[in-house]
Structures are given as structure tokens and as C-alpha cells.
């Protein structure tokens, strides 16, 4: 269908006193690639790219194709005003990007017509494919069935990053097989590839990247009893790095682990304390796991 599948990471931006660690930004990536990883995908929710000026989202895709140059990097953008976003994609795309994951505008809560006309226009002006970013929770709009089939037309559109809730939803856009249907939600992962889905972009893969591409492995080779395994043994990894805002318990998990600092943009918080220790335990765990 297009290169979109495997298990992509929606990679973090850490921070060093407020500051972006470019350092540890370009070790994490290259980590995450050598782990396993079919791609990168930068300045999306987990990246914090809303608390980034746009000089400072560009510094971080431009470290990251440099950290990993064999790596296919996808680069989140989003916003309410069209014009912008139009120019924006041709300042991204300038870069030997894989694509792009772009949202619905948030807050004005647009018809599905607004959205259709929406994403035709960042298609128009676009020469990488585009992933659709389908997640009412942030944006304050679903797309329909409908509207995702008549986006889906155009050729640039290529895939669809899947946080909608809704089963009924996901399994129709697998089936339709217009686009790759990647899971957002990570403990949706099993069901989603298990049903024909292409893969995921997921925050929670920063950890053990290694076992969420083994169950995405055995789930297409049919070792469902090992898939199954995996996800009983990851599934821990979801509850505690969720618990609280993403990603502010993500981050303590990579400063636990030495990748980089817990530090994250106000008005994010850092992870509680409590958290932190639960966290600790879910890690423990996950590293004794063969």
C-alpha cells in the first residue's frame, strides 16, 4: 500500500533547564531505530510541539534526519489557520521527510465539509503523502466514516493514525483498504494489527521498542500465542505511562532509563512522585523480560 507500517515512535523532545537537549534527542532517535523502529514521527502530542515555536520544531526535524538519515521521518503539524499550514508543509517538505501527520483544526470545531476542504488543500499543496490524524479527544471533531473515504481520494493521502475510540470505525477503514490504518492508542495495537491494521505510532514504544516490534512480528507470521504474551507484558507500560498527562510520565520513564531528562514545558507538569515509583516497578519488570 505505501510505506507506512511496523511500529513508528512518536518521538519526544527532551529538554535540558528549559532548553532543547539536541544531544540527547539525537541519541534517543538513533536508539529507537537501532531498537527497532520502522520510523520516527516528531513534533506530534508527545513532542510537545505545542509548547515549540515553529524555528524551534523545525531545529528538531532537522537534528533528527541528521541523527538517523536512513531513518523515515514523519513530521507532525497542526492548527486552526489553513493558510499557515499550507506554508508551513512547503517549508517541511523541503526536507527529506517521509510525510507529514496532520490533525483537523482544533477548537474551531469545523463541519465535515470544513475538513474534507481542509485536508484537500494541505493535499493540493503537498509532494509527501499525508497521514490523517483522526483524534476528537484533542481536537474537539470527529471525522466520519464518510469524510476520511472522500479525503482518502486524493493520492497524496496515504494513511490514517487511528485515536477515533471507535472499533466499528477502525475495522471499516481496514477493510476499505484505501489507506494504512495505524494504531494510535497503544493498547489498541494488538487489535488493530490483528484485524489487518498496518502498524502503529506510539509514545509508549520508547520503551522496549524491541518487544513491540516482536508482537507485531508474530501477530503477521500468526504466532498469536506469543503476540498475545507480548502485549499481557506491555500492557502494564500503557496504564502507567497514561496515568497522567502524556508526556510527562513518558519522560520520567527515559530519565529513569538514562536517555534524557524528566523536564517538561509548562503548563505540562512532570510526572508525580507517586507515579514515578509506579512507573520504576513497570520498568523493573519490562527489563527482565526475555
Avoid at 179 to 205: H, K, N, P, Y
Avoid at 248 to 264: H, I
Avoid at 278 to 286: F, G, H, S, W
Wanted: hydrophobic fraction near 50%.
Amino acid at each position: 500500500m505505501n510505506g507506512f507500517s511496523g511500529i513508528w515512535v512518536a518521538l519526544a523532545t527532551p529538554f535540558q533547564q528549559g532548553e532543547i537537549d539536541f544531544a540527547a534527542l539525537g541519541s534517543l532517535a538513533a536508539r529507537l531505530y537501532k531498537d527497532g523502529a520502522a520510523g520516527l514521527v516528531v513534533c506530534g502530542s508527545t513532542g510537545e510541539a505545542s509548547a515549540l515555536s515553529n524555528s524551534e520544531q523545525l531545529a528538531v526535524l532537522d537534528a533528527v534526519l541528521v541523527a538517523v538519515p536512513q531513518c523515515p521521518v514523519v513530521m507532525g503539524i497542526g492548527g486552526s489557520n489553513q493558510q499557515a499550514l499550507v506554508e508551513r508543509l512547503r517549508e517541511i517538505q523541503a526536507r527529506p521527510v517521509a510525510g507529514v501527520l496532520v490533525p483537523p483544526p482544533y477548537y474551531i470545531r469545523p463541519s465535515q465539509e470544513g475538513i474534507v476542504a481542509f485536508f484537500m488543500a494541505l493535499a493540493q499543496a503537498a509532494t509527501v503523502p499525508l497521514i490523517l490524524y483522526n483524534i476528537p479527544y484533542r481536537t474537539g471533531v470527529a471525522m466520519s466514516l464518510a469524510t476520511i473515504r472522500a479525503i482518502a481520494e486524493h493520492p497524496r493521502i496515504a494513511a490514517i493514525k487511528d485515536c477515533g475510540g471507535d472499533p466499528a470505525l477502525t475495522l471499516q477503514l481496514i477493510t476499505d483498504r484505501r489507506l494504512a490504518v495505524l494504531a494510535g492508542e497503544d493498547g489498541q495495537i494488538f487489535s488493530t494489527l490483528c484485524l489487518g491494521g498496518a502498524g502503529a505510532i506510539a509514545a509508549a514504544a520508547h520503551i522496549r521498542t524491541d518487544l513491540f516490534v516482536r508482537m507485531a512480528r508474530a501477530i503477521a507470521e500468526s504466532r498469536l500465542d506469543e503476540a498475545r504474551r507480548l502485549m499481557f507484558a506491555l500492557s502494564p507500560l500503557f496504564a502507567t505511562l497514561f496515568a497522567e498527562p502524556n508526556p510527562g510520565p513518558l519522560k520520567a520513564a527515559l530519565e529513569m532509563m538514562n536517555l534524557c531528562s524528566g523536564d517538561v514545558r509548562a503548563p505540562m507538569q512532570p510526572a508525580s512522585a507517586a507515579l514515578k515509583r509506579e512507573i520504576a516497578q513497570v520498568l523493573d519488570r519490562l527489563n527482565a523480560f526475555s
